[in-house]
Each structure stands twice: as structure tokens, then as C-alpha cells.
């Protein structure tokens, strides 16, 4: 791959890593594909109910190219190839955590009907949910900062 090309695949990787990462921590939502079906219909939606399909692209994007410049990056450093695959194993780790727990977790809590006192049930998969979402901002964030740090590690030999 030229330089150039790399410039702007790392460019777009670290901006939707990092909208990424900021979406785990601050957004409300994880702009993974799914997301959507993890907020209530009991609550208001997130960024006032614009249009998904850009959101659910911010994810993609960010391991898509993390996976590209992991594998597609020649003549740079190992330390440089470790950090890209760093940031595939966190931005791969966001999408499973995303459509495998919260999601699932999310569904079975809004299909339970309200009640005054939760049952032990919801207490626990609220608990799990916790867990889940605070592991999937751990993993955004580090993904989001291996790419900054290979990005600012000096690339040739």
C-alpha cells in the first residue's frame, strides 16, 4: 500500500474509533450495527431519533479499516503492526460484546413487563449489562488509543 493511502486509512481509522469510543462513554448508544436495539422503548432515543444508517457506520468503518492497515501495511515497524492489531482486537471486541450481550440483555429487559420491585432476574441481568457495556468502553477506548499511538509511532524503517 502507498503512503498516501495509508495517510488517509489512518486518518478515518482514528476518527471513527475515536466517535467510536466517545459514543461508548458519553453518546448513550454503541455505533455498532444493533445498537438501536439497545435503548428502551421506554426511553427517548438517542441523537433525537436521526437517521440510523450513518451511526451503524461509524463501527464498521473503524474495524474495516483498522483490519486493512493491520494487514495491508508494509515496511513499518513491528511495534506499529502490533498496535494495529491491537486496534482490530478492541474494535473486534466492541462488535462482539455489542451484538452478543448488551443487545440480547437489552431485549429481554424490555420484554419484561414493568413492575415496582425488580425481580432477581432483572437484577441480574441489569448487573451483567453493567459489566458488558463497562468491558465494550475499555475495549473502544484502548482500541481508540493504540490507533493514536500508531499513528504517532514513526512509521518506516
Not at 463501527?59 to 483498522?66: D, E, R, S, Y
Not at 492489531?85 to 440483555?105: H, K
Request: aromatic share 6%; proline share 5%.
Amino acid at each position: 500500500m502507498n503512503r498516501s493511502i495509508e495517510s488517509i486509512l489512518r486518518f478515518v481509522n482514528v476518527t471513527a474509533s475515536g466517535l467510536l469510543a466517545g459514543s461508548l462513554g458519553f453518546g448513550g448508544a454503541a455505533l455498532m450495527p444493533g445498537w438501536e436495539h439497545e435503548v428502551s422503548s421506554r426511553e427517548p432515543r438517542p441523537y433525537g431519533g436521526m437517521s440510523t444508517g450513518y451511526f451503524n457506520a461509524i463501527g464498521p468503518v473503524a474495524l474495516g479499516t483498522a483490519v486493512t492497515l493491520a494487514v495491508g501495511s508494509r515496511q513499518v515497524r513491528p511495534f506499529k503492526r502490533v498496535l494495529d492489531a491491537a486496534t482490530v482486537v478492541g474494535l473486534a471486541g466492541v462488535l462482539a460484546a455489542t451484538v452478543m450481550v448488551t443487545v440480547p440483555i437489552n431485549r429481554e429487559l424490555d420484554a419484561q413487563p414493568a413492575s415496582d420491585y425488580p425481580s432477581d432476574r432483572q437484577h441480574s441481568l441489569t448487573r451483567n449489562w453493567s459489566r458488558a457495556q463497562a468491558v465494550r468502553t475499555t475495549l473502544g477506548i484502548g482500541a481508540f488509543v493504540c490507533a493514536v499511538a500508531s499513528n504517532l509511532a514513526n512509521g518506516r524503517r
